[in-house]
């Protein structure tokens, strides 16, 4: 069976990336033939987009064919995707995306696809983020800042996820930051405890601020989230 998570977010910037390597090299590391995928990637310029950052803490690492399976579209343009495709003369649709992470399946599995930005981003006039979780059958896994708003977006964002009878593996608070004072830390700690009581049975993980970055710190900081999504 095909085991596909999506890794949406409550705003564009709240970690994403570094969960979606992190989870990735977890779900490697117990033995699981685990891969990454960014199918739209914008702000791509000279070969810097995330889904290679995610691919050079693997190892293996995708070949070179395969890192051209793995990056789909990449537009220059740092913004929404409708708007990037746009501007680059290009129009990207589900049906186009959905048959090439079809495709990555038969190599991987699981796929820990990766969108760009929240749930309601458009990827052209009529079709969303939401619209292509759905259409690729993927378990959403919400990532969300663990500062102060959290509490607002990440709700929200589980109720456009219910909305369409859609329930997360986890929510995983993303700390991109240390703590700037004693206010700073009562929030973060309260947006988990919070966070936990009120969307209950859903799993939230607090992913820490990893000072070093390294294979290692990102294995232990992802297993916590591979755990919870079983």
């Not at 199918?39 to 000279?46: D, E, K």
């Not at 890192?67 to 409708?82: F, I, N």
């Not at 939230?204 to 390294?214: D, G, Q, R, T």
Request: charged residues 20%.
């Amino acid at each position: 069976m095909n085991r596909r998570f999506f890794i949406t977010g409550t705003d564009t910037g709240v970690g994403k990336t570094v969960v979606t390597a992190a989870l990735t090299l977890a779900l490697r590391a117990r033995g699981e033939n685990a891969m990454s995928v960014k199918p739209v990637q914008t702000g791509a310029v000279n070969g810097d987009d995330d889904a290679t950052w995610c691919e050079g803490w693997y190892d293996p690492a995708p070949t070179a064919a395969q890192h051209a399976d793995l990056t789909m579209v990449r537009l220059p343009l740092p913004t929404s995707p409708h708007l990037a495709a746009r501007e680059a003369g290009q129009r990207v649709t589900i049906q186009s995306l959905e048959s090439r992470v079809d495709r990555l399946s038969k190599d991987w599995n699981p796929l820990v696809i990766e969108g760009a930005g929240g749930l309601l981003v458009p990827l052209n006039e009529t079709e969303t983020m939401l619209d292509l979780i759905k259409a690729l059958r993927a378990t959403p896994v919400v990532v969300a800042r663990d500062n102060l708003g959290t509490l607002n977006h990440t709700q929200l964002t589980l109720r456009a996820l219910a909305a369409e009878g859609l329930i997360p593996a986890a929510v995983v608070l993303a700390a991109s930051t240390p703590p700037r004072d004693a206010t700073d830390q009562l929030i973060r700690a309260d947006n988990l405890i919070e966070l936990t009581r009120r969307i209950a049975p859903v799993p939230v993980i607090a992913f820490p601020y990893l000072v070093a970055m390294s294979r290692a710190s990102l294995l232990a900081a992802g297993a916590p989230v591979a755990a919870a999504i079983g």
